[in-house]
């Protein structure tokens, strides 16, 4: 008498972990019964088609939509330094780089701080001057040492004012070259203010029209950095508490990789599901916020337990298991397995023991090999 897969899966699991290699070798050649032998022709003519099987350390467990979007600490809104009337809008949309002007002003109180500036320019040079007269009476003994520290003391402190009022009208949106005209000439420049990137991004929701007119912080346009980007997904509350942060995701549509980064610890009451994210390299910007992608999170197979994947086509049923056909030569044998997920056209399954070294298992005409494993048994 023939005996069962079970009987052939416990022995799997005797084998020993030490000589686990040679043992499932030698269990493959020597389990004849459950194996039959079907000439070439004979495969041939029932259509008989195999693959080679591979090996894998993890599978895709269940699939869920998501969307791809911007976390927020890499949305960056840019606002307005000061009021004016908007006279140019350069870019609207698409990619920025730092620095890159996005639009123009008209600033009465860009006139204002020009003015502190050059005030402050003319205090610079009466102090200058000062510090110089000191120095000469100093060495004819007019003026004492203490005189002359009081007019180094003041100089200095009108330099750092100077410095300070230079920055805040960069800030403010006043362009280097105007800046360096305005210290040359003495002269007002024209009041425009440059609205500049302040990183790298894509451009979107532009708030202002050419001829408005803007408060001091009023927003202007958004910047988002799409690299990396995260994807949110709302996975029930059961299937959430299997997941862990830094595991893997994939995408199905996208040959994307990417790690949980963040589980709440709260769930929406309404749906029982919790918003985990998933955040991908996206380099070659693959994803856009707003897309809408089917991910599954990856499982790592046990210690010790040999993780495969072949075509779908391989699975059968066979005395009341699951099992895929070996296929060596003319010898095809029952292998019991156990179905770890199906998707797409992929079958993830471990065995009780490895496979051979490039194991093929037939992938076309199961049906006719159970037909002629149970017409082998009826025989006996």
């Known amino acids: 008498m023939k005996p069962s897969i079970q009987s052939l899966t416990s022995a799997f699991r005797t084998l020993s972990l030490g000589a686990v290699s040679l043992g499932a070798v030698l269990f493959w050649q020597t389990a004849s019964a459950t194996s039959i032998e079907v000439s070439a022709e004979k495969q041939a003519s029932l259509g008989f088609q195999s693959a080679v099987v591979e090996s894998v350390s993890a599978y895709p467990g269940v699939t869920y939509p998501g969307e791809a979007i911007i976390p927020p600490n890499q949305t960056f809104l840019v606002t307005a330094p000061l009021s004016g009337l908007v006279t140019k809008i350069i870019h609207i949309h698409g990619p920025i780089q730092t620095g890159e002007v996005i639009a123009e002003l008209q600033s009465p109180e ?6 502190n500036y050059l005030n402050t320019l003319s205090d610079l040079q009466a102090a200058q001057s000062e510090l110089n007269r000191a120095a000469k009476l100093m060495k004819t003994g007019v003026v004492s040492a203490k005189k002359y520290q009081l007019a180094e003391a003041d100089l200095k402190k009108i330099r750092q004012i100077q410095r300070q009022q230079r920055q805040d009208l960069a800030l403010l949106g006043m362009a280097p070259n105007a800046i360096d005209a305005l210290e040359k000439s003495h002269k007002l420049q024209p009041a425009v203010v440059q609205i500049t990137a302040p990183v790298d991004g894509e451009l979107f929701d532009l708030q202002i029209r050419v001829g408005q007119r803007l408060t001091t912080n009023q927003a202007i346009i958004s ?19 299997q997941l862990s942060l830094k595991q893997k995701a994939q995408l199905v549509s996208l040959d994307l990789v990417g790690e949980i980064e963040y589980i709440p610890n709260f769930s929406d009451p309404m749906t029982q599901t919790m918003n985990v994210h998933i ?10 916020p707003g897309q809408l992608v089917t991910l599954s999170f990856l499982f790592e197979a046990e210690p010790n337990t040999p993780l495969y994947v072949i075509p779908r086509g391989a699975i059968s049923r066979y005395d009341g298991q699951d099992v895929v056909y070996l296929r060596q030569g003319t010898r095809i044998q029952v292998l019991p397995i156990e179905v ?3 998707t ?37």
Not at 232 to 241: C, D, H, I, K, Y
Not at 351 to 370: H, R
Request: aromatic share 4%; net charge negative.
């Open 110 to 115: 860009l006139l204002n701080a020009q003015k």
């Open 340 to 342: 770890k997920n199906i």
């Open 344 to 380: 797409g056209d992929r079958l993830y399954f471990t065995t009780a023991a490895p496979l051979p070294a490039n194991a093929e298992l037939l992938i076309e005409s199961t049906a006719a090999v159970k037909g002629l494993l149970e017409t082998a048994e009826g025989g006996e």
């Open 279 to 288: 955040e991908f390299t996206n380099e070659n910007h693959q994803l856009r």
């Open 223 to 241: 910047i988002g950095q799409i690299e990396p980007i995260v994807v949110e997904s709302r996975v029930p509350l059961q299937a959430a508490n």
